[in-house]
């Protein structure tokens, strides 16, 4: 039997350890802060085009902690250039840039975790890699989204059903004139045989049948 003082003690570890995990979680916080944007994006030359970002996290978005920023860069191992960040008085706010101008506007919502943008009038220049920050105290983690821009002077002509079409058609016609063909041969194979069949089949009855006697003189 266990003791008074034994089962005092055995009684407190059960509830120190889940106060203990409790206090490890809370120590640790929440890391699940993950960004969501397309990997490449094909823009044509002149026209305006929405380069999207959202984001998830364990925490509802506190403006006072809140921080975003939208970056540019030719290539991987060049420089990034900031061209929009996040005031906490002004919100989403577009930055002096020689090589955008005012042609960068917040498209997003941050209601929604969304910190998309558009960019108009797309020049061939635009072409590179576009870096999506964001930090969402207390998640810990930063996230980075990146997000290839492709300026093309023109979009590849759309696929032309219609000769699929035809060709589906003409095929499907093919084989059902190839399936016709066979059943209409097999009927006819199938009928010569019963056609011979039968014809065997006279030929022993009437050799079966009695001959008539010549000897015998008819009255």
Not at 41 to 54: D, E, H, P
Not at 101 to 123: C, H, W, Y
Not at 172 to 196: D, F, P, W, Y
Not at 199 to 216: S, V, Y
Request: some cysteine; hydrophobic content about 35%; charged content about 25%.
């Amino acid at each position: 039997m266990s003791t008074p003082a034994q089962e005092r003690s055995s009684g407190v570890q059960l509830v120190s350890a889940p106060l203990l995990l409790l206090l490890l979680l809370s120590l640790s916080g929440c890391s699940c802060m993950d960004v969501l944007v397309a990997s490449n994006i094909n823009a044509l030359n002149g026209t305006t085009v929405k380069i999207s970002c959202t984001f998830t996290s364990c925490y509802k978005m506190d403006i006072t902690k809140f921080a975003m920023n939208w970056t540019y860069q030719e290539t991987l191992n060049d420089t990034e250039e900031m061209f929009m960040t996040y005031y906490k008085k002004k919100g989403m706010v577009p930055l002096r840039s020689d090589r955008f101008g005012e042609r960068v506007m917040f498209a997003g919502n941050l209601e929604k975790n969304d910190l998309s943008i558009t960019l108009s009038d797309v020049q061939l220049e635009d072409e590179g890699i576009y870096n999506c920050y964001v930090r969402n105290p207390p998640d810990r983690i930063q996230g980075h989204g990146v997000i290839r821009l492709n300026v093309v002077t023109e979009l590849p002509p759309p696929r032309d059903s219609t000769i699929a079409v035809a060709i589906g058609a003409s095929v499907g016609g093919a084989l059902a004139l190839l399936i016709l063909s066979m059943v209409v041969v097999k009927c006819l194979r199938r009928h010569k045989k019963q056609e011979l069949i039968s014809e065997e089949k006279m030929e022993e009855e009437g050799k079966l049948e009695p001959e008539p006697d010549k000897g015998t003189k008819q009255p």
